[in-house]
């Protein structure tokens, strides 16, 4: 590792409905384009972006497979493996 290198410091928490939004928007879809590629109704991916239902584990998986991401950086948004090894 550099020794000139810094870790960058977490600014913000995100929520589980947050991360699904942003990784929604940075792949350029709508909440009724990601309805259309999961089959999952655009009132409840409207409702997990805005932290009213729980997302659970197979709407994770279905939503993560449309995103191209793994479930856990949906459901798990501010992991930080370092600071869980402690």
């Known amino acids: 590792m550099r020794k000139d290198f810094r870790r960058a410091r977490k600014s913000i928490d995100v929520s589980v ?3 699904v939004r942003i990784i929604r928007e940075l792949q350029e879809l709508t909440q ?3 309805a259309q590629h999961t089959g999952i109704p655009q ?3 409207s409702a997990i972006e805005n932290d009213r239902i729980n997302l659970g584990v197979e ?3 279905v939503i993560a ?3 191209r ?3 856990a950086v949906l459901v ?3 992991w930080d493996v370092e600071e869980s090894a402690a």
């Open 17 to 19: 409905g947050e991360s």
């Open 59 to 61: 709407r994770a998986k």
């Open 76 to 78: 798990f948004p501010g």
């Open 65 to 67: 497979r449309a995103l």
């Open 69 to 71: 991401c793994h479930p």
């Open 32 to 34: 009724d384009e990601l």
């Open 43 to 45: 009132s409840t991916i």
